[in-house]
């Protein structure tokens, strides 16, 4: 009988409410049932192993987060050489495999230098642990054991690419899989009893914004994009540490009455069953779960370029696609959702339709075959 191949998967810390680390837990737990499969994950911190793979705790002292993530990063590459693959989820030379969740740090600087003044820009410019990022990422792309790079877009796959000369042949593209049993058009059965625990009017159209980390993904913008349309309501789910600062915007505004903070959810289901499409005006977010769980509740989603997500999303069919900083342009595709009202049945089908072919079994069997044929190779 052939043995199981033994893979390492490498992620610093489990956060419940992150969607890189939902997807590594449901991707452990999907991989872990196929018995071709010894599955272990190395991390700093996190929740108890699934069925099937455990995790072991690397967590070595530090003072600040240069020294957490650099002293990580060698305790990892000290364990590599125990493993037949090792794929990491973060910037670590000397992995056979990275998944490139995070995108790349570049261009997450750039955009967020959109928003920020000369001062802001110039610290983080020079902030010794972005310089560390940047070079490590760097370093890693050009580590002669790197054989491949798991992109969860195209558009992630492009910029790595054009940025670090990546041969194509080395990218891969695999989308992020969800629970299609699970995030289904039938969550409005928490509808009624979720507006009215919150005093929502059953017919006031109501946007959800789900994710932690609301400068990069668009709270403001959210925001500002309701404004004008007085019956739309937005429920904000996610934690951060800034959360005051948006809901005194929100008072600014004048939508603070529409407007709900419910902080981080450990089950985002039953808003998606409550809302009627999904707000994230991302500056950069290289594929969100919570565009693909929206999308298979049936929500259609509003999103931003930068967000691989819209590689997914045809304009008035499922989705509306807008600059992050374009408050206008958001605005205005809002009010062409308000005003096609009668086109949302529709329109959720739709966003049904598209997210219903990535199942967790897909990414898990697409993942098994790029391991096998390394192996082979």
Same mark, same amino acid.
């Given at each position: 009988?052939?043995?199981?191949?033994?893979?390492?998967?490498v992620?610093?810390k489990?956060n419940?409410?992150?969607?890189?680390?939902?997807?590594?837990?449901?991707?452990?737990?999907?991989?872990?049932?196929?018995?071709?499969?010894?599955?272990t994950?190395?991390?700093?911190?996190?929740?108890?192993?699934?069925?099937?793979?455990?995790?072991?705790?690397?967590?070595?002292?530090?003072?600040?987060?240069?020294?957490?993530?650099?002293?990580?990063?060698?305790?990892?590459?000290?364990?590599?050489?125990?493993?037949?693959?090792v794929?990491?989820?973060?910037?670590?030379?000397?992995?056979?495999i990275?998944?490139?969740?995070?995108g790349v740090?570049?261009?997450?600087?750039?955009?967020?230098?959109?928003?920020?003044?000369?001062?802001?820009?110039?610290?983080?410019?020079?902030?010794?642990?972005?310089?560390?990022i940047?070079?490590?990422?760097?370093?890693?792309?050009?580590?002669?054991?790197?054989?491949?790079?798991?992109?969860?877009?195209?558009?992630?796959?492009?910029?790595?690419?054009?940025?670090?000369?990546?041969?194509?042949?080395?990218?891969?593209?695999?989308?992020?899989?969800?629970?299609t049993?699970?995030?289904?058009?039938?969550?409005?059965?928490?509808?009624?009893?979720w507006?009215?625990?919150?005093?929502?009017?059953? +017919? $006031?159209? &109501?946007?959800?914004?789900?994710?932690s980390?609301?400068? /990069?993904k668009?709270?403001?913008? *959210? @925001? %500002? =994009?309701?404004?004008?349309?007085?019956?739309?309501?937005?429920?904000?789910?996610?934690?951060?540490?800034h959360?005051?600062?948006?809901?005194r915007?929100a008072q600014?505004?004048?939508?603070?009455?529409?407007?709900?903070?419910?902080?981080?959810?450990?089950?985002?289901?039953?808003?998606?069953?409550?809302?009627?499409?999904?707000?994230?005006?991302?500056?950069?977010?290289?594929?969100?779960?919570?565009?693909?769980?929206?999308?298979?509740?049936?929500?259609?989603?509003?999103?931003?370029?930068?967000?691989?997500?819209?590689?997914?999303?045809?304009?008035?069919e499922?989705?509306?696609?807008?600059?992050?900083?374009? +408050? $206008?342009? &958001?605005?205005?595709?809002?009010?062409?959702?308000l005003? /096609?009202?009668a086109?949302?049945? *529709? @329109? %959720? =089908?739709?966003?049904?339709?598209?997210?219903?072919p990535?199942?967790?079994?897909r990414?898990?069997?697409?993942?098994?075959?790029?391991?096998?044929?390394l192996l082979?190779?």
């Open positions: 009988m052939t043995s199981p191949i033994k893979l390492a998967i992620r610093q489990y419940p409410h992150g969607g890189a680390e939902r997807f590594v837990s449901r991707a452990l737990d999907a991989l872990a049932q196929r018995g071709a499969l010894d599955v994950l190395l991390a700093r911190q996190w929740k108890d192993g699934g069925a099937g793979w455990r995790c072991e705790t690397i967590d070595p002292p530090h003072v600040g987060r240069l020294s957490r993530d650099a002293g990580f990063a060698r305790a990892a590459q000290q364990r590599f050489g125990e493993f037949d693959l794929q990491s989820h973060e910037r670590i030379p000397g992995a056979a990275f998944r490139a969740g995070d740090h570049a261009v997450w600087l750039e955009q967020l230098a959109r928003i920020q003044g000369p001062a802001a820009r110039l610290t983080r410019a020079l902030s010794p642990y972005h310089r560390y940047c070079r490590a990422e760097a370093d890693m792309f050009r580590h002669p054991a790197l054989r491949l790079v798991i992109c969860n877009s195209q558009l992630v796959r492009d910029q790595i690419a054009r940025r670090f000369d990546v041969a194509p042949e080395r990218l891969a593209v695999i989308y992020n899989g969800v629970d049993g699970s995030f289904h058009p039938e969550l409005t059965r928490y509808r009624e009893g507006r009215r625990d919150h005093r929502i009017p059953e +017919d $006031a159209p &109501l946007l959800a914004y789900v994710g980390g609301f400068e /990069r668009g709270v403001a913008a *959210a @925001l %500002r =994009a309701i404004a004008p349309h007085p019956r739309l309501h937005l429920a904000i789910a996610g934690e951060d540490k959360a005051p600062r948006y809901q915007l600014r505004l004048g939508v603070a009455g529409r407007v709900r903070f419910l902080g981080g959810l450990p089950d985002v289901k039953p808003l998606y069953g409550a809302a009627d499409a999904l707000i994230l005006p991302t500056l950069y977010d290289p594929f969100p779960n919570v565009c693909v769980e929206a999308l298979a509740s049936g929500l259609p989603i509003f999103t931003s370029p930068l967000c691989g997500a819209a590689e997914w999303v045809r304009p008035g499922n989705g509306w696609v807008n600059d992050a900083l374009d +408050d $206008a342009g &958001l605005q205005r595709s809002l009010c062409e959702w005003a /096609r009202r086109d949302w049945p *529709a @329109l %959720r =089908a739709a966003a049904r339709a598209t997210a219903e990535y199942t967790l079994t990414m898990a069997g697409e993942l098994e075959s790029l391991y096998a044929a082979d190779a």
